[in-house]
C-alpha cells in the first residue's frame, strides 16, 4: 500500500507557470509507475503524463511540450512542471500509483490501470 497527497495548486494568471507536487509514503520498497491525471466540471478524468521506473515518459498530444514529469527518488516525491498555462487547464489535478512489473506493457495513460490515488490538488486559471 502506497499513499498520495498532492500539493502545489492555486490560482495562476493565463501564461503563468506552476509546478505540483506529489509525496509517497507506506511502502516505497517497491517499484511504481506513477501519472498525472486531471478531472474538470463536468468531464471525465484525463490522462496528462506518466514515467515508468525505466525512465520512459508519455504525454497526452494536445499538452505535450507544455507539461513536464519528473521525480525525486530521494525524497519519494513526483513532480509536474506547468507552463503556459490555459484557462482550459483548469480542473483537478491527481497523482497516481501502480505497482511495476519488468517487461509488462500498459496504457500509461489510462485511468483504469492505476491501482491508487491522492486526494487531488486545484489549478484554477484565469484569462
Known amino acids: 500500500q502506497v499513499y498520495l497527497v498532492e500539493s502545489g495548486g492555486g490560482s495562476v494568471q493565463s501564461g503563468g507557470s506552476l509546478r505540483l507536487s506529489c509525496a509517497a509514503s507506506?511502502?516505497?520498497?517497491?517499484?511504481?509507475?506513477m501519472a498525472w491525471f486531471r478531472q474538470a466540471p463536468g468531464k471525465e478524468r484525463e490522462g496528462v503524463a506518466s514515467?515508468?521506473?525505466?525512465?520512459?515518459?508519455n504525454y497526452a498530444e494536445f499538452l505535450k511540450g507544455r507539461f513536464t514529469i519528473s521525480q525525486d527518488n530521494a525524497e519519494n516525491t513526483l513532480y509536474l512542471y506547468i507552463n503556459s498555462l490555459k484557462p482550459e487547464d483548469t480542473a483537478l489535478y491527481y497523482c497516481?500509483?501502480?505497482?511495476?512489473?519488468?517487461?509488462?506493457?500498459?496504457?500509461?495513460?489510462?485511468?483504469?490501470?492505476?491501482?491508487?490515488w491522492g486526494q487531488g490538488t486545484q489549478v484554477t486559471v484565469s484569462s
Open positions: 497516481a500509483a501502480r505497482r511495476y512489473y519488468r517487461g509488462r506493457s500498459y496504457a500509461a495513460l489510462n485511468p483504469y490501470n492505476y491501482d491508487y
Open positions: 507506506g511502502d516505497t520498497y517497491s517499484r511504481y509507475s
Open positions: 514515467l515508468r521506473p525505466d525512465g520512459s515518459t
